[in-house]
């Protein structure tokens, strides 16, 4: 009787102890602090991380795509457009030469999109877009307020005035010298893009501002006879 109370306790104790290293056995497995489990968490941090740097990077390579000139050439050439544009508009009621009206016509279809394109660029860049008075929408008429420029081919305040005032073959002719000065100083400032800018959008439209203007101002020169 005495052996079979022995049996009992000893078949307890053992049960007991198993059941003890079973628990701790799984406490040792979910402890987080242990190799296996901090290096499953590191690698888990270091992909979240990486994850969440990866669209930081992205918007940094296309915030860094352009450069101090991309930027100069659009806020320079939106106002310059928009006074070739402001000559454009004035020929369907004075010009007398229809070659003059279709050639007008021609600048402002290609240069008006041109504006909003730039415009858009700005935009995206967080820079400053050029000040109303820049494209003369301030004076009495549009294209004026340029006496004071810097860029290349701009018309003065009196050159504006005086063109208003003309019709017929005088505006013509008045017409294509100007736009001539115009269009020389448009490829000199899209040259200057093409050699410092950054931005492939506004290297292009360079590019295609030397083409289209240089063939105008060819086509210009031929229309006054040299």
């Not at 049996?7 to 049960?15: G, K, V």
């Not at 497995?29 to 990486?50: E, F, I, L």
């Not at 002719?173 to 000199?188: N, P, T």
């Not at 590019?207 to 203007?213: C, W």
Request: proline share 4%; net charge positive; hydrophobic share 40%.
């Amino acid at each position: 009787m005495a052996s079979r109370r022995s049996l009992i306790r000893r078949t307890a104790a053992l049960a007991t102890a198993a059941t003890a290293a079973v628990v701790l056995a799984a406490c040792g497995s979910s402890n987080s602090d242990s190799p296996a489990s901090a290096a499953s968490g590191h690698s888990g941090r270091n992909m979240a991380a990486m994850s969440s740097a990866s669209p930081s990077a992205s918007v940094s390579v296309a915030q860094g795509s352009h450069n101090a000139q991309d930027v100069s050439f659009a806020q320079g050439m939106i106002p310059h457009h928009r006074q070739a544009v402001a000559m454009a508009d004035l020929a369907p009621s004075r010009a007398k030469s229809q070659q003059v009206k279709d050639l007008a016509a021609k600048i402002k279809q290609s240069q008006d999109p041109e504006i909003n394109t730039m415009s858009g660029w700005l935009k995206a860049w967080g820079e400053k877009m050029p000040d109303v008075g820049m494209s003369g929408m301030e004076s009495s008429m549009p294209g004026m307020d340029h006496s004071g420029s810097s860029m290349p081919g701009m018309m003065s305040d009196g050159d504006m005035n005086k063109l208003k005032e003309l019709s017929g073959a005088a505006f013509d002719r008045a017409f294509l010298q100007m736009m001539i000065s115009h269009h020389q100083g448009a490829v000199e400032m899209a040259k200057t893009e093409r050699a410092q800018g950054a931005y492939g959008p506004a290297m292009t439209m360079a590019k295609s501002i030397i083409t289209s203007q240089s063939a105008q101002i060819t086509e210009m020169n031929t229309m006054l006879g040299k």
